[in-house]
């Protein structure tokens, strides 16, 4: 019987990140030498292996915590050691930290015993250079034979990177059997209640890494809120150091940094992850998106390459340092790979919002040539079949069949469970177009280039003929279809895709109702967050990674376009499934998790899911924008203020949000009344109290007469 290859599951697993280096270890803080434990950088596995032991046993694992942003401390107990009582009287704490680079590790040995301990501490190394996407198929690579080099130094070299350990004042076996296996050793004598502290340091040379640590400290501000519900605080407070972990540049340019979008398997560069953060980080400055969008500008389409996907203005999906294959998959990606239908737009609106926000004109200008290269895209390459709305399918047998934000092989199905065939048309990828047209025009009018009255006109239509095309009878009532398929039939689950048509301008208002009502049906909302599927239609698994799991980030963007809206109640719904989950996950959300129903206690792990994650981590500062309600247009002049804050989620005072990179503080008392201190002068406040909006329409959206397809 043919071996099935697994992808390895992490959700107990330990981790610490300063990308592009991030570790995994163990509850007890070993990483053994199995499944996706190991340090990784740029997406190779350099220690395999880094087991502690104390007279070749295991210590006891007795806790841990977060020591920082890149660190963890893992405390455990040798109890064949000191006294012979019931009390532990030898305690070993051992602290890792990331670092750029590399990794170090502190063990600290304590005594409390009445007598001396003798004892030899060692750590057990392992380096395989394995390929992340090996790791993630559920393979494994052969351990390398490791050098000794200086006085307590151990030396692996392949593939382009040199890999060194370095234990201080320690012993180094290398020798024979022991070289792809080798060890450090430490003899430790404690005198009556004393201690002794080791330390051993990895490094990585990576010449080759097509993505580095960026120098200094995030460029974004770091907010001071208080919250009468304080998950809020500490799910904030959490997120911010890790997206400070997660925090990349491009080895030849340094000081543009995006984020990676997560540990283990996507730490690098991701077009849709990366838009999608840096666009929910705005509340704390413009610096991370400028960034963001002059990376990904570099790598901008300029040619058409079905082997990529590439095709002139087209936005990059992901990049890697090589070919990414999985193993028995079938999935063969470049490593400049293009296959995603809504980067495009994502990027045409990251460029509109952070405009708004106050990105300077001097920043914006040199990315105009860009914007029109994007619109390029979206008149001449988006719509293969000319019938005027955007779709997606891989011609070449090896890249994602999905090409939406959700690109799993099964994600788009019909009510029965059935696969649409491709190619398909997304329903939100058709609210990100009609939104990234007028965003456009925006920009065009401002900056005095020409075409805005084009993709008004573009907008227009399309949103007609979504109309048309899109809404069907559901068990709830109308609702928009997730997609249209090969033979343009309405794919009629109801998903959460349709609660990023909010906002866009696709929907009228008596539509958009509609669409909020359907959020907050217990079939989508009643779990700890937004379902991705419904629990009415076939296809749906609470643990289907997306027909049915609920994800962080697409509840965090649904809430934030439903309280944006003024649907209040759909949207403190949401927020407070959110929030439930937060304190299940210690705070540190993970990428997606089951989408079992609330009366379970406590969402289940999607044991593969990345952890952290930068959509993830960044769900907490959108969720803290949609709280405070402070919306701005600094081109316009104006700021609007619609808080989510008040009688149910509490009061909130939020110090260093950043407006036209102005430090601004909001505070709304649990009245929901909110004020604003530190704007810049010019702008002019307006407070909207954000009142319910009717969610139930009397029938079914009415299709408008559609204009003749230019």
């Not at 030898?90 to 930290?97: E, G, P, S």
């Not at 907008?459 to 398929?485: E, I």
């Not at 599927?533 to 698994?541: H, N």
């Amino acid at each position: 019987m043919t071996e099935r290859l697994l992808q390895p599951l992490l959700h107990e697993l330990v981790g610490v990140v300063l990308a592009p280096t991030s570790a995994l270890g163990d509850a007890a803080g070993q990483i053994r030498p199995a499944g996706v434990q190991g340090v990784f950088h740029a997406d190779a596995r350099v220690l395999s292996r880094a087991e502690l032991l104390i007279d070749g046993q295991e210590l006891e694992g007795l806790t841990r915590v977060t020591d920082g942003p890149h660190g963890a401390r893992f405390v455990g107990l040798a109890r064949w050691l000191g006294d012979p009582s019931p009390d532990p009287t030898v305690r070993v704490d051992r602290l890792r930290r990331v670092t750029p680079g590399g990794l170090t590790e502190e063990i600290r040995v304590v005594s409390t015993a009445s007598v001396p301990v003798r004892a030899t501490v060692s750590v057990e190394l392992g380096c395989d250079l394995a390929p992340i996407e090996v790791v993630k198929s559920g393979g494994s690579a052969e351990p390398l034979a490791a050098k000794a080099g200086q006085p307590g130094e151990l030396v692996w070299a392949a593939e382009g990177i040199t890999v060194t350990v370095t234990g201080d004042d320690a012993e180094v076996d290398a020798v024979g059997e022991r070289a792809s296996a080798p060890r450090l050793t430490w003899p430790v004598d404690l005198p009556t209640r004393g201690a002794a502290v080791l330390r051993w340091r990895l490094a990585v040379e990576d010449p080759r890494a097509v993505v580095v640590c960026p120098p200094g400290e995030p460029a974004w501000s770091r907010p001071a809120s208080r919250a009468d519900d304080r998950r809020l605080t500490r799910f904030l407070d959490r997120s911010l150091d890790d997206l400070r972990g997660l925090r990349l540049a491009e080895a030849g340019a340094p000081h543009d940094v995006f984020l990676g979008a997560g540990v283990p398997w996507f730490l690098t560069l991701f077009g849709r992850d990366s838009l999608w953060a840096a666009q929910m980080l705005l509340p704390l400055g413009t610096e991370l998106a400028a960034g963001t969008l002059r990376v990904l500008a570099r790598r901008q389409g300029a040619r058409v390459d079905p082997a990529t996907g590439e095709a002139p203005g087209k936005i990059l999906h992901e990049l890697r340092r090589h070919q990414f294959a999985l193993p028995g998959n079938g999935l063969r990606l470049p490593p400049a790979y293009y296959g995603t239908v809504d980067a495009t737009m994502l990027w045409v609106n990251l460029l509109h919002d952070a405009w708004r926000w106050g990105l300077p004109a001097e920043q914006i200008e040199p990315l105009l040539p860009n914007l029109e290269a994007a619109l390029g895209w979206l008149a001449h390459h988006a719509d293969a079949d000319g019938d005027g709305l955007v779709e997606y399918v891989d011609t070449t047998g090896h890249g994602l069949a999905n090409q939406g934000w959700k690109d799993s092989g099964d994600a788009v199905r019909f009510r029965d469970g059935t696969l649409a065939a491709p190619p398909i048309v997304l329903a939100e990828v058709q609210g990100y177009a009609h939104e990234a047209a007028v965003n456009a025009a925006a920009l065009l009018d401002a900056f005095g280039r020409p075409d805005g009255d084009r993709w008004r006109d573009h907008a227009d239509r399309l949103a007609g003929r979504f109309r048309a095309a899109f809404w069907v009878d559901g068990p709830h009532g109308p609702q928009p279809a997730l997609a249209l398929d090969r033979d343009k039939r309405p794919v009629d689950s109801l998903t959460s895709n349709i609660g990023h048509l909010l906002g866009t301008g696709l929907l009228s208002g008596e539509e958009e109702a509609q669409v909020a009502r359907l959020l907050g049906t217990d079939a989508l909302a009643g779990g700890f967050g937004l379902r991705t599927m419904s629990t009415d239609d076939a296809g749906f698994s609470p643990l289907s990674y997306h027909c049915g799991s609920i994800w962080t980030h697409d509840t965090a963007i649904v809430l934030a376009r439903l309280a944006r809206a003024g649907f209040r109640d759909a949207a403190l719904g949401l927020a407070d499934g959110l929030l439930g989950a937060a304190e299940a996950f210690d705070y540190r959300l993970p990428e997606l998790y089951g989408g079992d129903d609330r009366s379970v206690g406590r969402p289940v792990p999607y044991p593969a899911a990345c952890r952290p994650q930068a959509w993830a981590a960044a769900g907490a500062v959108l969720l803290l924008q949609a709280a405070t309600g402070l919306y701005p247009d600094v081109p316009g002049g104006t700021v609007r203020l619609a808080p989510l804050a008040g009688p149910e989620l509490g009061a909130l005072a939020v110090d260093r949000l950043t407006v036209a990179g102005a430090p601004v503080a909001v505070t709304v008392d649990r009245a929901g009344h909110p004020t604003v201190t530190g704007l810049p002068a010019g702008l002019t406040v307006t407070v909207d109290p954000a009142p319910t909006r009717a969610t139930v329409p009397t029938q079914r959206p009415t299709p408008t007469d559609l204009p003749t397809q230019a």
